[in-house]
């Protein structure tokens, strides 16, 4: 059973996964099973990105490699992918944030 369903939106994500090495790309594969599947996804998955505006971001470890898929939500249990970057710092950089709220703007905009 879903719970929720995670769709890509334009070419960011598929950009990017697909430069990714394949063990990368199975962890990402099995992280959006995971969050479609699960009622109650633990944070180390999904969590909300405090100081935006309904941004959240899916976390993906693969050995010391740190991946964040930024997305949001539309009507509550449809996951949109918006951007993603591999994580080198503590602080999700500005410039991430900056284009992820103007994806979702965008979205929103062509719906």
């Known amino acids: 059973m879903k719970f929720r369903t ?13 430069k990714q090495r394949q063990k990368v790309k199975d962890k990402i594969i099995w992280t959006f099973k995971l969050i479609e599947e699960i009622q109650h996804v633990p944070e180390s998955y999904l969590k909300h990105m405090e100081g ?14 740190i991946f964040r898929i930024v997305c949001f939500f539309d009507e509550g249990k449809l996951i949109v992918i918006a951007n993603c970057f591999q994580k080198k710092t ?10 992820a709220l103007k994806i979702k703007e965008a979205y929103y905009e062509e719906k």
Do not use: A, M
Request: glycine share 6%; proline share 5%; no cysteine.
């Open 52 to 65: 935006t505006d309904g941004l959240f971001e899916i976390r993906v470890q693969s050995g010391s490699d």
């Open 90 to 99: 503590q602080k999700t950089p500005i410039k991430e944030i900056e284009k």
């Open 6 to 18: 995670i769709t890509i939106y334009k070419h960011y994500f598929p950009e990017f996964f697909s």
